[in-house]
Structures are given as C-alpha cells and as structure tokens.
C-alpha cells in the first residue's frame, strides 16, 4: 500500500532533515519508493574518496550496514510523520542495536561503478521495536543482505546516571 501523506520520492535533503546522520554522513541519495513495509534508496556515496566510511584507503563491503540502517530511519522517520498527522506525537528516535544473518558478497564497495541500491523492508515489530531485512545491490548484482533490530526510544532504557560525588553501589 503506498501512503500518500509524506512524500512518494526524497532527495539527499529531505532526507537529512528526517534523520540524524548529516553532512557527509547521510549517505543516501534519494528515496525512490516505499510503503508502509519497504523502502528503496539509491546511492553514490560508496564511490567518493571522502566517503566517511572509508579505512585505509578503502571502504569494506560491511560498510553497507550503514547504508541499509540509514534506509531504515528514513523508513521510520516517513511512517511517523503519517502516524503524527493523527496523533500529533514527536517520532521515536531508533537505534540500531543488532544484525544477523548478514551475508557479504563482495568484499568492498568503493570499487562498484553502479549506484547503490538499498531495500529494507519491516518484517515485524511493535511500539518498542522494529525488525528489518535488508538487502544492498550494484545493479542486478547481490552486495550483502541481512536481518537488522532497531530499539525505538531507547532513550527509556538508559542506565541511571550517578553522579561524580555518589560512590557507586556494592
């Protein structure tokens, strides 16, 4: 089912307004289609020598864990502005807290000429938190793919602070 509260498409700027990642770390380039269970994102960040991913002169194929995870707070950041036109609540901040199954098949990815194209759909999940498959391409050509759980607000679960003059508990 397509939503047609938010935008069908982004570029590069809507989409650093939606999330966290800014400058050269947002990633993405543009949101080319989604729904209430996917999204599909294109990029050309993978091949530019600034890359903030990059080590050694290189950036590792593991890096596309990045790109799928940036899919999938642009993902949450579009359902929560449909669900906020009804209930007028602030989006839930997410945080990436586990990935399984990752299978990489390349070894990096500043050396692909093709964009990048990133799909990440919910499979499940419920107010707390949310679970996503991805999958990355260089046109037809499989990159990775994996299993990612985000934890939204996780902001509830922090540990109390102690302050500098409380002694910590025995």
Wanted: charged share 20%; aromatic share 2%.
């Amino acid at each position: 089912m397509l939503l047609t509260q938010a935008p069908a498409t982004l570029q590069h700027a809507d989409i650093a307004r939606r999330i966290p990642h800014q400058g050269s770390m947002c990633l993405l380039e543009r949101v080319s289609a989604w729904d209430t269970r996917h999204i599909r994102c294109e990029a050309n960040s993978h091949r530019d020598s600034a890359n903030p991913l990059r080590a050694h002169g290189r950036l590792g194929a593991a890096c596309g864990i990045e790109y799928a995870a940036q899919a999938m707070a642009v993902h949450g950041a579009l359902l929560a502005e449909t669900d906020s036109a009804a209930t007028s609540q602030r989006p839930a901040m997410g945080y990436l807290v586990s990935v399984r199954g990752v299978t990489l098949h390349v070894d990096r990815l500043d050396d692909l000429s093709a964009a990048l194209s990133i799909h990440a759909e919910r499979s499940g999940g419920d107010s707390g938190t949310v679970l996503y498959s991805f999958t990355l391409h260089a046109g037809p050509r499989l990159l990775l793919g994996g299993r990612a759980a985000v934890i939204l607000d996780a902001h509830g679960l922090a540990l109390p602070q102690r302050s500098a003059t409380t002694p910590p508990k025995s």
